[in-house]
T-cell receptor, first 110, second 110 residues
């Protein structure tokens, strides 16, 4: 069964550093998303991407965040200058109709 | 934007009992309501979903009901088993972006 894959599974970085989280959505899906989940809390929407552009973004997705689909398979989330409060599990997801999540990247900002 | 409230936050049942988790949503234009199960350290996994043109949907021991007028939807799990223990999230969407509830930790004791 096709799955959304994410790399790395864990990322530790220093405050102020840039990180790039990578995702390979399910191949025939058209909609791509990033969500995040702070430990013990709910899943929060960051951004959706369709037809090579951002279709919707939340208040969390400020100027420090960007997304890119650099080729036909990868979908990346870049955090330009990480803050302590960016520490969370970041889930990529894709859909045509039903939403499927990747296994997540645990980001720890020290 | 959409706001989803979920109750209870924790639910403990004995194996074989039924469990009911309830959600309310605020945006009357929302038309898609999935439920996700998240085991510790894992990705959220879609277990059942319902669209606004349907009042109830069943899949083996799991059922979801929707009351559009009251903007309520509920997850019903019958004959609970220890492996049902997890955090369950409801969600609602109008277009493609899901807004999640805060989750219910279900603990099924043998």
């Amino acid at each position: 069964e096709p799955e959304v894959t994410q790399t790395p599974s864990h990322q530790v970085t220093q405050m102020g550093q840039e990180v790039i989280l990578r995702c390979v959505p399910i191949s025939n899906h058209l909609y791509f998303y990033w969500y995040r989940q702070i430990l013990g809390q709910k899943v929060e929407f960051l951004v959706s991407f369709y037809n090579n552009e951002i279709s919707e973004k939340s208040e969390i997705f400020d100027d420090q965040f960007s997304v890119e689909r650099p080729d036909g398979s990868n979908f990346t989330l870049k955090i330009r200058s990480t803050k302590l409060e960016d520490s969370a599990m970041y889930f990529c997801a894709s859909s045509n109709e039903k939403l499927f999540f990747g296994s997540g990247t645990q980001l720890s900002v020290l | 934007g959409e706001n989803v409230e979920q109750h209870p936050s924790t639910l403990s049942v004995q194996e074989g009992d039924s469990a009911v988790i309830k959600c309310t949503y605020s945006d009357s234009a929302s038309n898609y309501f999935p439920w996700y199960k998240q085991e510790l350290g894992k990705r959220p996994q879609l277990i059942i979903d319902i669209r606004s043109n349907v009042g109830e949907k069943k899949d083996q021991r799991i059922a979801v009901t929707l009351n559009k007028t009251a903007k309520h939807f509920s997850l019903h799990i019958t004959e609970t088993q220890p492996e049902d223990s997890a955090v369950y999230f409801c969600a609602a969407s109008r277009k493609s972006t899901l807004t999640f509830g805060k989750g219910t930790m279900l603990l099924v004791s043998p």
